[in-house]
């Protein structure tokens, strides 16, 4: 199994000894993710970093009303009508440093 295959598997679960040897990234770094200062689109939840920047409900970083590149933990367990399933499909490419708890 791969590394992403086993990371994407479990988003909600414990890290695991795979996570390790994901790069971290501050919120600086993840800001610059937002869909509007380069191609690429993340989203933080629970301290994982995804890549959704093939999802056509993220185009330019916005997704009803909420912006890529943050920590968007509060935001999916408070706001969202999905469950964090929404992520299954979607790349682990990083971790945040100081996610919030
Ligand atoms: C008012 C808040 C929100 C609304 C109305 C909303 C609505 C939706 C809808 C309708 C879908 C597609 C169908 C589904 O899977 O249920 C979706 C998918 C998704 N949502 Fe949200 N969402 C909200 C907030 C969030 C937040 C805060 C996050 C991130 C932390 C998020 C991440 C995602 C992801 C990753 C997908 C999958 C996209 C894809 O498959 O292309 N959503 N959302």
């Known amino acids: 199994m791969s590394e992403t295959q086993a990371n994407s598997s479990a988003p ?7 996570d390790t040897l994901l790069p971290t ?14 191609d690429e689109i993340w989203v933080a939840y629970q301290g994982n ?3 959704v920047s093939r999802s056509r409900l993220w185009r ?7 912006w890529a590149g943050q920590d968007l933990t509060r935001e999916l367990d408070h706001d969202a009508p999905h469950t964090p399933n929404v ?4 790349p682990i490419i990083g971790r945040l440093i100081s996610p919030v708890k």
């Not at 909600?12 to 795979?18: D, E, G, M, Q, R």
């Not at 992520?87 to 979607?90: A, G, R, T």
Request: glycine content about 6%; charged content about 25%; aromatic content about 14%.
């Open 49 to 51: 970093i995804y890549d």
């Open 60 to 66: 330019r970083g916005n997704h009803y009303e909420h």
């Open 87 to 90: 992520f299954d499909n979607f």
């Open 12 to 18: 909600n679960s414990l890290p695991s000894p795979a």
């Open 25 to 38: 990234y501050t919120r600086a770094q993840l800001a610059l993710r937002n869909g509007q200062d380069r």
